[in-house]
Nanobody, 116 residues
Framework: VQLQASGGGLVQAGGSLRLSCAAS????????LNWFRQAPGKRREWVAG???????NYVGSVKGRFTISRDNAKNTVYLQMNSLKPEDTAVYFC???????????WGQGTLVTVSS
């Protein structure tokens, strides 16, 4: 499965963006779908995850501001980002995790820039 993120852009602090992650095939059987981000000069960090049953989890810095969701019918995962801060500036990636194979191939990501 190939996942491609889109929807990034330039937004002012306090604004919102919704990222999309389109899969090349059905995501119905994929248990864990995740969003990651990598800020300039920093390591890639996990941001949010969602299971096939709809359970979600977030890194502490985005809790209450970001919401991950999945639409199996559209083979798409979303990341709604509200109350954006300059420190959210990063390239955002989506990826899946499956027991055994582990993470899938990494796509190019989508750049989110939050101005102060």
């Amino acid at each position: 499965v190939q996942l491609q993120a889109s929807g990034g852009g330039l937004v002012q602090a306090g604004g919102s963006l919704r990222l999309s992650c389109a899969a090349s095939r059905s995501i119905f059987s994929i248990n864990r779908l995740n969003w990651f981000r990598q800020a300039p000069g920093k390591r890639r960090e996990w941001v949010a995850g969602i299971t096939s049953g709809g359970l979600t989890n977030y890194v502490g810095s985005v809790k209450g501001r970001f919401t991950i969701s999945r639409d199996n019918a559209k083979n798409t995962v979303y990341l709604q980002m509200n109350s954006l801060k300059p420190e959210d500036t990063a390239v955002y990636f989506c990826n899946y995790y499956m027991d055994g194979p582990g993470y899938g191939p990494w796509g190019q990501g989508t750049l989110v820039t939050v101005s102060s």
